[in-house]
């Protein structure tokens, strides 16, 4: 998702050509610091230059790019939303108002607005990209992958756009689709960690462990040549390592993927439980804590914390882990409920 918004975030800095309606000196300096990209002094820019000559001139649209561009998205969509009601034909600002939307984790939000630009004018392939993202925050996977599709019928060569769908058929457990998306990903950019990791991830679930070894073997080798680092697979491998009861493997792993991402509850689980089948019951339940304290609504972290109390002769601990386990699964599985029933009457 992070490759589509930054591909979009890039898009908006050359998607105005053309001058603003004032001449006012002001203006004009705000537009040369947008140009350069120097987000923070062309949004001050063009605050000075709405206030010159309110509701006349496109400096809110160009703040809002501006604050976008800095991930100010609240700030921008109070600007943007100000725009919109003085200039009611802007697919512009409605367009980068649904991007904002979708940014801030509100799908339906961002697919209301995005269905209000599209009478103003056809969405691009990027705009049907997020489109389907919104339907991915949403777990509407059928109607992902149609706007992805679209997506990619309008430009072919858009590699984020693959990528989602191949994250998208891996969640319909149609991992031959999922493998070829991915693969086609690798083939045009081989540097790329993530369908790398992905593409271990839907090999595995074809139980194709070797295939699925060597892809995050090589997902691992790239991102260790990056200057950025990725969890994922590490997290990915050694969960499967820790399968094979490759323990050592699987501890060394999950440990350098602990490094990269210290607050991923994912990660201090699966190294709690490494370390709780290979025996290693103190380090076990260090690690269990640790992940009870980053997700304690997770129920699976008090259910392991609870057999390594068990293991360690601590009835009285491991009883009170065994509660909570049972009533977060009660209480997760009325949430779970509650949200498909609204979920259903939104549709």
Known sequence: MGRACATVL??????????????????????????AR?????????EECEKRDPGKTDALLYRGKSLVNLHEFDEAATTLQTYAKLHSQSDDAVYLLAFIFFRKDKPQ???????????LKPPSANDLTIVALDYVLLTDYNDAAHYLELALKMNPDDLDARYHLGRVRYQQNQFDLAIEAFQTV?????????????LGLSLEAKNQPAAAVAAYERAIQLDQAASSHNAQPYLNLGSLMAKSNRFDEAISLLTRASEIAPGDF????????????????????????????????DSSGHYLLGRIYQRLRQKDLANEQFRLTSEL????????RGMATGTASQH
């Open 266 to 297: 994912k990660v201090r689980y699966e190294l709690g439980k490494a370390y709780f089948d290979s025996g290693q019951f103190a380090p076990a339940r260090q690690q269990a804590v640790e992940a009870i304290q980053l997700n304690p609504k």
């Open 38 to 46: 120097r987000w923070s002094e062309a949004a001050a820019g063009f």
């Open 329 to 336: 699964i009660r209480d997760n599985g009325a949430t779970s």
């Open 10 to 35: 890039l898009v908006l800095a050359a998607a105005f050509p053309g001058e603003m309606s004032s001449q006012d000196r002001n203006c004009a300096a705000a537009m040369q610091m947008f140009r």
């Open 109 to 119: 939000e961002s697919l209301q607005l995005f269905s209000q630009a599209a009478k």
């Open 186 to 198: 690798i083939q045009r950019d081989p540097a790329n960690v993530k369908a790398e990791d992905n």
